[in-house]
């Protein structure tokens, strides 16, 4: 089920009537429970025994690696559950990546190996709920979480509707107490998540969804490679719609995730904090996706020797660090030189620039970096950048003028708001205001709303992940 859609209009508030009506938590668990299944399953049911088979590998494997004193059974627990979630998430996003690759490898040899490839449907957000279970089973292997006794309790943690698809990866220190209390329906946090909510629907019916428009019509021209390439004004308009399409269109969603769970009790970590406005590349990386970047940190990047080696095999680290955060994304070339390139950035802002950089720069940096994310291959890439290097109008005519002047309105305006919500909480400020002066903003709003929201329903980015 997508947040923008129209099942979810009627999906969430039944959810929550039910889920105040009753002050049991055991009962409030099995609700969400069956909530997040409906959830999963209206995209396909058959899925949810992939999510059903992970639990129960997980939950077992959880608790024999803390029963057992042995260290040698701990990491034969560990084992299993690593080889169950990661045998999972190749099988369905990278099988048919390594035949592909291997097949190439082998026609340009003078083999013909012919490996098949599979046909299915990615089941939406594996790679989400894949790393949010290997937390659990991290945290309890390195003794810094107790392994859960209740069944209905880790799967809620597994399941959990609002952050399932897309985050962010929930630790259980932060989740699993959570849902051990029940807490009693609360107006001004309620109010506090509907506004998160409208945030969310807002950058991504009304930002993401419109930048959608310029950033394909350039790429997918980038892929014609009969066409001359267009010139740097409307490819650099077609990489910052893309630049900003792809943070409204995640972070939208994480302010989604977040009012929908606050409004129910549960919070959820903040998953972005104005990224644009880093003042390095690690300093993007402590802003953005925040979850998956502590992830890869702990879990990845610490047990490989994060910095404690020497320069070398920092540097090493790193981009083995980030090369597999790119794979992670998914299961094209393209993928792994945005995630190598972001490792790439670091090592020389480690080795030479060992202080803050320009914002415009790291900015910039970011920038080319979303063009291998967003390219269907490598080559559109490159024709991309070729294209940024020509310094043209050609291409404009390809865009309406009144798309460009919306495109570059909707990101001053994404801006502007961030500045004004760095230096006065925005929603606080407006909850300041005079009922007169709420209500006319209110109103304001949804009509911007209303006239401006791309009503497509077109589903998340990072649903595909």
């Known amino acids: 089920m997508l947040f923008n859609s129209f099942e979810f209009l009627l ?3 039944t959810v929550c009537a039910l889920y105040f009506a009753t002050r049991v938590q055991r009962k409030r668990l099995y609700l969400l429970f069956l909530a997040s299944c409906v959830f999963y399953g209206f995209f396909i049911p058959a899925y949810l025994l992939i999510l059903f088979l992970v639990i129960g590998i997980d939950f077992y494997a959880g608790k024999k690696i ?11 627990y560990l084992g299993l559950s690593l080889a169950a979630n990661l045998a999972i998430l190749f099988f369905f996003k990278y099988a048919n990546f390594f035949s592909t690759n291997v097949n190439e490898l082998a ?14 449907i990615l089941p939406i957000g594996l790679s989400f709920h894949t790393f949010q279970s290997l937390s659990y089973i991290f945290e309890v292997y390195y003794g810094r979480y107790h392994a859960e006794r209740d069944w209905l309790t880790y799967s809620v943690y597994v399941l959990y509707f609002p952050q399932l698809v897309a985050g962010p990866i929930e630790r259980p220190q932060n989740m ?9 329906f609360d107006y001004e946090r309620c109010v506090s998540g509907m506004y998160l909510m409208a945030q969310g629907f807002f950058k991504k019916a009304v930002v993401a969804d419109s930048l959608a428009i310029p950033a394909n019509t350039i790429f997918e021209y980038a892929t014609r490679t009969d066409a001359s390439p267009a010139g740097l004004a409307a490819t650099a308009l077609g990489v910052l719609a893309f630049t900003f399409q792809i943070y409204c269109d995640f972070s939208g969603y994480s302010d989604i995730a977040r009012g929908t769970s606050r409004i129910l009790g549960i919070e959820l970590l903040k998953n972005f904090n104005q990224p644009y406005f880093a003042t390095s590349i690690s300093d993007f990386w402590r802003r953005w996706h925040i979850s998956l970047s502590t992830w890869f940190r702990d879990y990845l990047y610490i047990p490989l020797g994060g910095n404690r080696r020497g320069k070398t095999r920092t540097a090493i680290n790193l981009l083995t660090v980030f090369a597999v955060s790119g794979l992670w994304h998914g299961a094209n070339w393209t993928y792994i030189v945005w995630g190598s390139l972001h490792g790439i950035y670091l090592i020389l802002e480690t080795r030479i620039f060992k202080k803050a950089l320009p914002r415009i720069l790291v900015f910039v940096l970011v920038a080319i970096s979303w063009v291998f994310f967003r390219a269907a291959n490598l080559g559109t890439a490159f024709r991309v950048l070729k294209s940024l290097t020509l310094p043209s109008l050609a291409g404009l005519g390809m865009l309406p003028r009144f798309q460009i002047e919306e495109s570059l309105i909707l990101v001053l305006c994404v801006l502007t708001f961030e ?10 400020w407006i909850r300041r205001q005079t009922v007169l002066k709420r209500w006319t903003f209110y109103t304001l709003a949804l ?19």
């Open 11 to 13: 999906f969430f508030p």
């Open 66 to 76: 803390e029963e057992s004193t042995d260290p040698k059974r701990k990491k034969l």
């Open 107 to 120: 026609h340009l040899l003078g083999w013909n190996l012919g490996l098949p490839l599979l046909k299915f």
């Open 176 to 184: 699993l107490p959570q849902f051990k209390h029940a807490a009693p």
């Open 419 to 428: 500045l004004v919500d760095q230096k006065v909480h925005f929603w606080g």
């Open 447 to 465: 009509i911007i709303f209303l006239f401006s929201a791309q009503f497509s329903g077109t589903q998340f980015i990072y649903f595909q992940f």
